[in-house]
């Protein structure tokens, strides 16, 4: 299974973008800053990243969001049908992936009886607890699709774009 998509070129006119967005108000979140109530899924954007990803995908309402992120290691809420979490870069930055000391390297390595409020409280602010097992360069308007369930962190302060992508289900006709 794929875990990681890196990929160029997300948006025509990443200067204007960055420069309009980097210039709004920004209140403090779980993961860092971001723009309260706003997203913005340009017109095509799911066409496009269907035809990146050769799936079938939609994408989650109240994404397409803006973050300038702390180094919360975290992994991202996440529904059945979730594929991919789609992130851009609106500057150079990094995004790493992590594996806890006990060996978690995703949601699903959880114990069943471990209380996960608890480890997040313990755990996801304390770098010392994680190995970073992969470190991954992105330039500004680059995009990367990674796994939601991959316990991730990225670089303080650096504004990225977070969209949620789902397999899109198909109705079944009646006939």
Known sequence: ??????????????????????????????????????????????DMLSYMLREHIEIQPDTGTFIKPNTLVHFDNFYQHTLWTCIVALEDTTIKLHKHESGMASFFDFPEDMNKDQFFIDNCMNMDK??????????????????PWLWKSFEEDKLIQKFMLNHKLEKESKE
């Open 130 to 147: 994680w190995q970073t097992v992969a470190s991954i360069n992105i330039e500004k308007n680059d995009y990367v699709f990674v796994r």
């Open 1 to 46: 299974m794929k875990n990681l998509i890196l990929c160029k070129s997300f948006y025509n006119d990443i200067e204007q973008l960055s420069t309009l967005i980097s210039s709004l108000e920004y209140v403090d979140c779980l993961h860092g800053k971001t723009i309260e109530d706003f997203q913005y899924v340009p017109d095509q954007t799911t």
